[in-house]
C-alpha cells in the first residue's frame, strides 16, 4: 500500500520506461491471440492473403504488365507490406489505451507508453512476418530474390517511413476521437479503406498523368510505396514521388497529434461518455 519511491538518475529512468513499453508491446501483441507465435503467425497469413489476392486479381485482369520490370511478387510486396505496415501501426495507435483507460490506474503507466508499445508492437510484428514471407519465398519459389532487390536499406527506410507515418495518422485519430467519435472512426475507416486504391500499390506513379496524379500525391503512403519500388528495381526511377514530402507530412501530423493527445488528457475524465 505505502511506497517509498527513490530518486533514479537519467540512465536509470530510461532503462525503467524502456522495461515499461517492452512489458506493455508484449502485451500488445498478445492481445489478438494467448500465444505470441500463433498472433504472428495469424498476421503473416493476412499478408499472404494480401499477396496472392493481388497476384491472382493482377492476373486476372492482365494487368502485369503494367508493373515494373523485374520479379512481379516483389512488385506486389512492396505495395502490400507498406501498405499493411501503414495500416495496422494507424490502427493500433488510434486504438491504445486512453487517459481513462483502467490500465491508467496503474502508477508507472500513462498514455506516452501505451502509445509507444502499440507502434513498436506493430513494427515488431510487421518486420517479422515480412522477413519471414521473404524468406519463404527465398527458398521455395525465387533463390535469387534479395539478389533482384536493388537497394535493400533503401526498401527498408521506405518501410520504417510508412510505420511512422501510419504512427502519426493515429496520433491525430487518438487525440480527436473522444471529443467526437462516431464522426473519427468514420473518417478513419474511410481513409484506411481508400487506401487500399489511394496508397498506390496497384500501379506506378510514373505511368499517370498530371490530372490523376493529383488525386494521389496527397498521400505520404502513396509517395513511399512509390519510392520502395524505385530502391527495389534498378530500372525503376520514381519521378512523381519524393520520400521528403512523406516524412515532413508525418513530422506535422505528429506534433499535431501530440498537441491534441495533451490536451484532451487534461480534459478526458471517466465519466466522458456519460457526458455526451
Partial sequence: MFQ???PRSNFGS??????LIYHNSVRAVRKTHGNAIIAVLMNM???VIFVLTFFFMFNVLGLRGAAVRGDFMIYIMTGVFLYMTHSKTMGAVAGSEGPASPMMQHAPMNTAIAIASAMLSTLYVQVLSLVAILFVYDVAFNPFVMMEIHDPIGCMAMVLLSWFSGAAIGMVVLAAKPWAPTP???ISTVYQRANMIASGKMFLANSLSSGMLALFDWNPL???IDQAR???FVNY?????????ALYVSIVL?????????????????SWNARR
Fill in 254 to 270: 505528429l506534433m499535431i497529434g501530440l498537441m491534441g493527445e495533451f490536451f484532451t488528457r487534461k480534459h478526458a475524465s471517466a
Fill in 237 to 245: 526511377n520514381p519521378r512523381n514521388s519524393d520520400w521528403e514530402y
Fill in 230 to 232: 524505385g530502391y527495389a
Fill in 184 to 186: 473519427v472512426s468514420i
Fill in 4 to 6: 517509498v519511491t527513490k
Fill in 222 to 224: 502513396f509517395h513511399t
Fill in 45 to 47: 497469413l493476412q499478408t
Fill in 14 to 19: 530510461a532503462i525503467y520506461i524502456g522495461e
